[in-house]
């Protein structure tokens, strides 16, 4: 299985949305060009024609041994150089350990079907519709995160200076 055949290409667009589909519970998270005001995640992608989306949760299948689902982040981006893997939330309280479990679980599934070394930049976003913003008290949260997976974390809702 390679993550990559699940991978969709984006529009040219100055920015776009990532959403999850609150409709119907069990799909896949996806793009949005339109709704600005419904998005999960904003993507500043400037115009950019080298972008591919992979729907994770709700997708890939991802199954501990004896068979039982594990947790999965709902989306990835990636272009040539840059890895980015993405959890949506939408609460007030104790979504970052939740986001942050999400995270590690997809990153350590993808580095066992995939070389992640071949991305020079790899990146972890933790966006929450309700707090969008950087906080500086997960500054500790975040080296501990890098150490244990390589990856840095960015918890904050806009996804930006892609290479």
Not at 21 to 30: L, S
Not at 122 to 134: D, E, Q, V
Request: proline content about 3%.
């Amino acid at each position: 299985m390679s993550f990559f055949e699940y991978s969709v290409p984006v529009n040219k667009s100055v920015e776009f949305g990532i959403r999850e589909n609150k409709t119907e519970k069990e799909q896949p998270a996806y793009i949005d060009y339109n709704n600005r005001e419904l998005w999960d995640a904003v993507v500043e992608s400037n115009n950019r024609t080298d972008f591919r989306f992979i729907a994770v949760d709700n997708n890939i299948p991802y199954n501990d041994k004896i068979g039982n689902e594990k947790k999965r982040c709902d989306a990835m981006l990636y272009t040539e150089q840059t890895v980015i893997f993405i959890e949506l939330k939408n609460q007030e309280k104790d979504w970052l350990n939740e986001a942050i479990g999400q995270l590690k679980s997809t990153i350590e599934h993808f580095k066992n079907e995939e070389n992640i070394m071949n991305f020079k930049y790899r990146k972890a976003y933790a966006c929450n519709k309700t707090h969008p913003n950087f906080n500086c008290q997960f500054e500790s949260r975040m080296q501990k995160f890098y150490r244990e997976t390589g990856v840095l974390l960015r918890p904050e809702r806009t996804i930006k200076n892609i290479k």
